[in-house]
Every structure is written in structure tokens, then in C-alpha cells.
């Protein structure tokens, strides 16, 4: 099976992600990711038995509070991602930093540097083949003012099923 671990962005700043990105989708017909609103703990990965990975995050948040973190701007990776920037919490990088320590000691779950302890925090906006209409979806972003206040309060495990991702569990800090 195939599976994600995430953050869900909840509340004003997932509502705004979850409504900016299907409007993107109408008006220029860029797709987006199939989850919610996120920003992304570990890259999709194969399994068959995540019983290990079930137990790591049950006893993980038992052992870790919520923190905060701000959602401000707009950026990109090159032509080909647009993107809400995070701006993580010195507590919420602690927090996901041990988490990656904590995932890390899992057999099957392998991070790089696009999804370690290094990687840079955001929420996508659209990503599927956009560097057509890059500079058309990134004029039309900028347009809306971008700024939230968050918690890092769940994390997320998504299995793919039936073409879509589909929430497996969900963990609360």
C-alpha cells in the first residue's frame, strides 16, 4: 500500500488553501494535490504493514504538545510549484524534527532532503504541469492577501485508494 504522512492545515488557513486551489483548478484548469490543505511530514512511501509506524505516532504525540507557526506569502519552486510559505515555530520545528527522528528509526521509511528535518515548510497551491500558465496562476494568487495564524496539532497518515488519498488515521498533539 501506499502511503503520506502530513500535517493538516485546518481552520481560516485550510478553508482559504482547500477554496484558492479548486478556484485555480476552474478558472485555469491546474490541478492540485488530492489532500487537504497539508504541509507534508513524509513524501508518499510503500508498505504493507504499518502497524510500527501506527504505535510510533500513538506513543509520539501522547509525549508532544501543539505549537504554533504562521502562514504568510506566497513563493515558488522555480516555475513548476506555487506555494503558501510556513513559517514554523521554534517549537514546531523542535516538534518535527524529533518527529522525523522518532519516523527515522522505521525500517521502510526513508527521508531526503526534500522531506527530512531540512526541508522547506509549505502548503501547495497548484503543482500539476504549470509551468505553461506559471506566471498567469502566479499573478492570480498574489491578488489575495495570505496571512494565518496556525497550530501544528495532528498528524496525518493517508493511504491511496480508488485514485484519491484517503485518511487513514489522524493523530493529535
Same mark, same amino acid.
Given at each position: 500500500?501506499?502511503?503520506?504522512?502530513?500535517?493538516?492545515?485546518?481552520?481560516?488557513?485550510?478553508?482559504?488553501?482547500?477554496?484558492?486551489?479548486?478556484?485555480?483548478?476552474?478558472?485555469?484548469?491546474?490541478?492540485?494535490?488530492?489532500?487537504?490543505?497539508?504541509?507534508?511530514?513524509?513524501?508518499?512511501?510503500?508498505?504493507?504493514?504499518?502497524?510500527?509506524?501506527?504505535?510510533?505516532?500513538?506513543?509520539?504525540?501522547?509525549?508532544?504538545?501543539?505549537?504554533?507557526?504562521? /502562514? $504568510?506569502?506566497? !513563493?515558488?519552486?522555480?516555475?513548476?510549484? +506555487? =506555494?503558501?510559505?510556513?513559517?514554523? %515555530?521554534?517549537?514546531?520545528?523542535?516538534?518535527?524534527?524529533?518527529?522525523?527522528?522518532?519516523?527515522?528509526?522505521?525500517?521502510? /521509511? $526513508?527521508?531526503? !532532503?526534500?522531506?527530512?528535518?531540512?526541508? +522547506? =515548510?509549505?502548503?501547495?497551491?497548484? %503543482?500539476?504541469?504549470?509551468?505553461?500558465?506559471?506566471?498567469?496562476?502566479?499573478?492570480?494568487?498574489?491578488?489575495?492577501?495570505?496571512?494565518?495564524?496556525?497550530?501544528?496539532?495532528?498528524?496525518?497518515?493517508?493511504?491511496?485508494?480508488?485514485?484519491?488519498?484517503?485518511?487513514?488515521?489522524?493523530?493529535?498533539?
Amino acid at each position: 500500500m501506499r502511503y503520506v504522512i502530513v500535517s493538516v492545515v485546518k481552520n481560516k488557513a485550510g478553508d482559504f488553501n482547500n477554496n484558492l486551489r479548486k478556484d485555480i483548478f476552474e478558472k485555469f484548469k491546474a490541478k492540485s494535490s488530492k489532500l487537504p490543505a497539508h504541509f507534508t511530514i513524509k513524501s508518499p512511501f510503500e508498505s504493507e504493514d504499518i502497524s510500527e509506524l501506527e504505535s510510533t505516532l500513538s506513543k509520539f504525540t501522547e509525549s508532544h504538545s501543539s505549537a504554533p507557526y504562521k /502562514i $504568510k506569502g506566497y !513563493s515558488n519552486f522555480d516555475n513548476r510549484v +506555487i =506555494f503558501m510559505k510556513v513559517l514554523m %515555530s521554534q517549537d514546531g520545528k523542535r516538534i518535527h524534527d524529533e518527529l522525523i527522528d522518532s519516523l527515522n528509526e522505521i525500517s521502510y /521509511i $526513508k527521508f531526503d !532532503s526534500k522531506d527530512g528535518k531540512d526541508k +522547506i =515548510f509549505h502548503v501547495t497551491i497548484s %503543482s500539476k504541469k504549470i509551468q505553461n500558465i506559471f506566471s498567469i496562476i502566479w499573478d492570480y494568487v498574489n491578488q489575495s492577501p495570505c496571512d494565518f495564524d496556525c497550530v501544528f496539532d495532528n498528524i496525518c497518515i493517508y493511504k491511496w485508494e480508488n485514485n484519491t488519498w484517503v485518511l487513514h488515521s489522524e493523530y493529535n498533539l
